[in-house]
């Protein structure tokens, strides 16, 4: 192989090979640059959002694993448990149907809310630094990776200005309901892939619009497309899948009536993607679904009275506690603090109101305008509450009440899709008001930023909880229980105190409990309940737990006590020091078992 190309005379074989590699590489350098310098605004907007992220979760960060929202301590218990069973995954070792908790009937993934899809892509972070750490950064990330992916959104595919698609995705990232939800709820507040089923719903509609040509490449890529974002979004929170089908179908609705013409020109090839997208999707999630209602520890109901968790009217004008110009008082007017999704204030609504007058009777506007109101409506439950008062003024809901897969779903949870649709709207008149002259190029982006400003979110607060026992944090349960086994720990974890798991959590689930907090079939004829009932031998302890004293043990009560290890499959029992009434808690199982033995900092009791 010869060349035409000269070369020094002199030059070394080796130089001349690599005498371009710096050239390429000052070339992708520049190329980088370059990209960079494109989209610094994107970048600042993405840094802007994960500091806003970090500001409202910060108070974890100091230590995870010591460290717990303060307003919803149990369910951040039950989610680090998820997210260590889900990181198995990793291990070869997981299952729809786990028996790590509840043992030996164990727990259905599917009918629990196990953010299976967020837990085995974070696997390896929980298998190195634990389980805290994931859900910690899990708690930030939803924030910041759902207002970018809102972002993104508006200004790639609605177009908008960068100001205008920032101040609308902070409220959808940021929001009063989203930053609630934070506590703890990790499948609601992770919405980062709601705007990418939006986008391709979208570009599914375009493709199909005749009116340029239909596409019916793009039309099979959207709806391929569609089908595995569904897919995912079933295993991250079907809860919010369920909200987001709900409103598109409201907004299409709306959209349809207000452009026919568009309505008689794609609804043949719309139609049609759309259905490709759910037959495809169905053969992903057939299984998963039945498995889900019809499988090993099922439930095909929902287990939460609508009437106890509908939103309060005066709440949708009032502030948040959770927002910077919050009051503790407003917390009368709802469940919990996990579920302050309606306080927008009277601000926002005022402005987002005005917003929707001035931009007049354009299809998206009107599409956003009537998913929020059915959506709002519907949040107010069967029958409407003014300050907690139930009122015999029947609501919306009441219409839906009853439904399959409706009424699992909560009603005050509804106004959760009215964020983003109020998002739009300001995106919407703050974009046109800066393509335009006059008052409005300054006035509408002020009252918008004004508006936001009162719902801008505080810090979660935190605490400290209580540190492991060595006998976990340092391996030693190894010494009484195989990986697979059961471990019992004294008290056994409950829905209302399920601290225990944390042990469990602290192993990368590699040993199973029995009892604990799961939703499951143990209602009255089989519906749906939290946790389980309790054995003979767990309700005599956790009294003891409770209450202090040691009950008179007899033949009968160890009989009883072996029935029930056997039951569990138990290897051993274990009280850690520190437990409260924990020599009351030795003495009982002393009779129960006989001597207990020394492991670390815990009593155990081989069985």
């Not at 790590?100 to 009937?105: C, E, G, H, Q, V």
């Not at 009217?313 to 919990?336: I, K, M, Y």
């Not at 982006?445 to 026992?469: D, K, N, Q, S």
Request: hydrophobic share 50%; net charge positive.
């Amino acid at each position: 192989m010869s060349s035409a190309a000269p070369t020094a005379p002199d030059a070394a074989p080796e130089q001349a090979v690599r005498s371009d590699v710096p050239a390429r590489a000052a070339g992708r350098w520049v190329r980088l640059r370059a990209t960079v310098a494109r989209h610094r605004a994107d970048l600042l907007v993405g840094l802007l959002f994960t500091a806003l992220a970090g500001w409202v979760t910060h108070g974890l960060w100091p230590d995870p694993s010591g460290r717990v929202l303060a307003l919803n301590p149990e369910d951040q218990t039950l989610y680090e448990w998820f997210l260590a069973v889900d990181s198995r995954a990793l291990l070869g070792d997981f299952g729809l149907l786990t028996d790590r908790l509840n043992a030996p009937d164990g727990v259905n993934l599917m009918a629990n809310t196990t953010v299976i899809a967020l837990g085995v892509a974070f696997a390896p972070v929980t298998l190195l630094f634990g389980a805290p750490v994931t859900f910690a950064l899990l708690a930030g990330l939803n924030l910041a990776g759902t207002a970018l992916a809102w972002y993104l959104l508006f200004t790639r595919v609605l177009g908008a200005q960068r100001l205008a698609a920032a101040l609308g995705a902070g409220l959808c990232g940021f929001g009063p309901g989203i930053v609630s939800q934070t506590n703890s709820h990790l499948h609601m507040t992770a919405q980062w892939l709601v705007p990418v089923i939006v986008w391709l719903v979208v570009r599914l509609l375009r493709a199909a619009d005749p009116l340029g040509g239909p596409d019916r490449r793009r039309m099979l890529t959207s709806a391929v497309g569609l089908a595995v974002v569904v897919s995912v979004q079933v295993f991250v929170g079907e809860e919010m899948l369920f909200l987001c089908a709900l409103t598109l179908l409201v907004m299409a609705v709306a959209y349809a009536l207000a452009d026919r013409a568009l309505l008689r020109r794609a609804l043949p090839g719309f139609a049609g993607g759309m259905l490709v997208a759910a037959g495809l999707a169905l053969l992903v999630l057939g299984y998963p679904l039945w498995f889900q209602f019809a499988g090993p520890q099922g439930v095909a109901d929902g287990m939460f009275s609508p009437h106890y968790f509908s939103a309060d009217l005066v709440s949708w004008w009032t502030l948040s506690p959770l927002s910077a110009a919050g009051s503790d008082e407003a917390a009368r007017l709802t469940t919990g603090p996990a579920e302050y999704n309606t306080f927008l204030g009277w601000p926002l609504l005022v402005v987002t109101l005005g917003c929707a007058v001035w931009l007049g009777r354009r299809p998206l506007v009107l599409a956003c305008a009537a998913g929020a109101l059915v959506m709002g409506a519907l949040s107010l439950g069967p029958d409407v509450v003014v300050r907690g008062d139930r009122t015999s003024i029947p609501g919306p809901y009441a219409l839906l009440a009853g439904l399959p897969v409706v009424d699992g779903a909560l009603p005050m949870r509804f106004a959760l899709a009215v964020l983003p649709l109020a998002g739009t709207l300001l995106v919407l008149a703050v974009d046109r008001a800066l393509r335009g002259t006059g008052r409005a190029r300054r006035l509408v982006p002020a009252a918008v930023g004004l508006a936001l400003l009162p719902v801008l979110p505080a810090p979660l607060p935190t605490a400290e909880r209580p540190a492991l026992p060595e006998f976990i944090s340092a391996g030693h349960w190894r010494e009484c229980v195989r990986p697979g086994g059961v471990l019992v720990p004294v008290p056994l974890p409950t829905p209302k105190e399920p601290w225990p798991m944390r042990w469990a959590t602290a192993a990368d689930a590699a040993f199973g409990m029995p009892e604990g907090f799961f939703i499951a079939p143990y209602g009255k004829g089989g519906t749906a309940a939290m946790g389980t009932w309790k054995r003979p031998t767990s309700y005599l302890l956790s009294e003891v737990a409770k209450r202090g004293g040691r009950p008179a043990i007899g033949d009968r009560e160890r009989r009883q006590a072996a029935r029930d290890a056997d039951r569990w499959g138990a290897s051993c029992f274990a009280v850690a020091d520190g437990t409260r009434h924990a020599d009351d808690l030795r003495a009982t199982l002393d009779q129960l078992y006989g001597p207990a033995e020394r492991v670390a900092d815990a009593w155990i009791w081989r069985v």
